[in-house]
């Protein structure tokens, strides 16, 4: 991704921000393979208060294997009662993420102490999320491009997951997608082309 589509993107969240006078949530969405966590890394690095949460610390182990028209293996329920919500009121509080070595949800660990926060995430931009997250980024790339960058990614980390991007993933982004229209909803797009 251009450092300069990294800078505006950090510039917008450093202005609303400055305008909401409280902690935000920032949520990256788009294709599997599109760019979200890099992009949510570069913002981290970039400073000014801003921390990261994976999304992939919600995913339901089982259910984000199987096909859905909603992406039912996000745990959006449990993002936003344990994150989401507590952190844009300020309250402290803590999150279970997934713990994939052991397959369970692990330990509590507590919420960021930050200005802003970081989400990137698969299916967020839905009604269950949406309204909590101060600024809505859809990192933007074809869904067969980044299906083929996430296939390329996963063989890199010795991962064969081809079956699951042809017969789960892809299909459960088409018609998530037709759903809910993510990329409508979004306040930033980034074009990671």
Avoid: Q
Avoid at 90 to 113: F, I, K, S, T, V
Avoid at 140 to 159: F, S
Wanted: glycine content about 10%; aromatic content about 6%.
């Amino acid at each position: 991704m251009p450092p300069t589509d990294v800078d505006a993107v950090h510039a917008r969240v450093m202005s609303v921000r400055a305008a909401s006078g409280r902690p935000i949530v920032v949520g990256v969405s788009g294709y599997c393979g599109a760019g979200k966590s890099s992009l949510a890394r570069a913002l981290v690095e970039r400073g000014g208060g801003i921390e990261r949460i994976r999304g992939d610390d919600f995913l339901d182990p089982v259910r984000s294997h199987l096909r859905s028209t909603d992406w039912s293996g996000v745990e959006r329920g449990r993002l936003a009662e344990e994150v989401l919500r507590p952190f844009r009121e300020g309250r402290p509080g803590d999150y279970r993420p997934y713990d994939w070595g052991a397959r369970r949800l692990g330990e509590p660990r507590p919420l960021p102490d930050a200005e802003v926060l970081v989400v990137d995430l698969i299916g967020l931009f839905h009604p269950e999320t949406v309204e909590l997250l101060d600024l809505r980024v859809w990192v933007d790339l074809e869904l067969e491009a980044a299906a083929r960058r996430g296939k390329a990614r996963d063989e890199a980390l010795g991962r064969r997951h081809d079956r699951l991007w042809d017969e789960i993933w892809v299909p459960n982004e088409r018609d998530f997608a037709e759903r809910f229209r993510p990329r409508d909803v979004a306040h930033l797009i980034v074009d990671t082309r």
